[in-house]
């Protein structure tokens, strides 16, 4: 399995970002895509995520800012940012398990076995 994301960059606080996840090389009937992100001397966190069947999931600090979204015949994952904030700054990596998302345990890093090497985002204020 193969995670490549891109779109990262720097911009101004309340810019926009579109983050790009090209995934290849796996097969699972069922899965889970989540985008996560770490900051310096934080723990990771899930950001959101999309089952394989369509439903979405976010963390509360992001709700109504970001969108996931999926292009299931292109294989890559989106991560639409907009109204970014000094905090949004992180490492965002790509994340994929073959299980489908759970409420709850989609935001837990421990529970995807696949991940991209990560895009930096910065914002600045």
């Known amino acids: 399995v193969q995670l490549v994301e891109s779109g990262g960059g720097s911009v101004q606080a309340g810019g926009s970002l579109r983050l790009s996840c090209a995934a290849s090389?796996?097969?699972?009937?069922?899965?889970?895509m989540g985008w996560f992100r770490q900051a310096p001397g934080k723990e990771r966190e899930g950001v959101a995520a999309?089952?394989?069947?369509?439903?979405?999931w976010y963390t509360d600090s992001v709700k109504g800012r970001f969108t996931i979204s999926k292009d299931n015949a292109k294989n890559i994952l989106y991560l639409q940012m907009n109204s970014l904030k000094p905090e949004d700054t992180a490492m965002y990596y790509c994340?994929?398990?073959?299980?489908?998302?759970?409420?709850?345990?989609?935001?837990?890093?421990?529970?995807?076995?696949?991940w991209g090497q990560g895009t930096q985002v910065t914002v600045s204020s």
């Open positions: 090389g796996y097969r699972y009937g069922s899965y889970c």
């Open positions: 994340a994929l398990r073959g299980l489908d998302c759970a409420s709850g345990s989609w935001s837990l890093p421990y529970r995807f076995n696949h």
């Open positions: 999309v089952g394989s069947d369509g439903p979405t």
